[in-house]
């Protein structure tokens, strides 16, 4: 079925508002701001990009700090005192843990 011509001036009246209305705003804001101030496209394309570099810029930053401590590290960490102290802790939990009977071992395995 076709649309009517009053149903297409429907509409088209909400656009034409929206136009005027958009019209309107744009040429106040040059009157407030100066139209040498007004933000483009390509002023926002701009900023996105300066913006994106500087993220680029302190991953890599904090990649090569990280990088740098890592480098840095004298001491593995299974041959650190405290790693050691808690390996030996829990070895010595372990060897100390009273012994299920087997029925609850394979109970325990099973569930």
Do not use: C
Request: no cysteine.
């Amino acid at each position: 079925m076709a649309a009517s011509r009053t149903d297409a001036g429907l509409a088209d009246t909400p656009r034409a508002l929206v136009s005027a209305a958009a019209d309107l705003f744009a040429g106040l804001q040059r009157v407030v701001i100066g139209p040498d101030r007004v933000r483009t496209a390509r002023d926002n394309a701009w900023a996105a990009t300066l913006e994106d570099r500087a993220r680029h810029e302190a991953r890599a930053e904090l990649s090569r700090e990280v990088a740098a401590l890592v480098a840095r590290r004298s001491v593995p960490v299974a041959k650190h005192p405290v790693a050691k102290q808690t390996v030996a802790k829990q070895t010595a939990a372990k060897q100390t843990a009273p012994k299920r009977p087997a029925a609850a071992r394979s109970l325990a395995t099973t569930a």
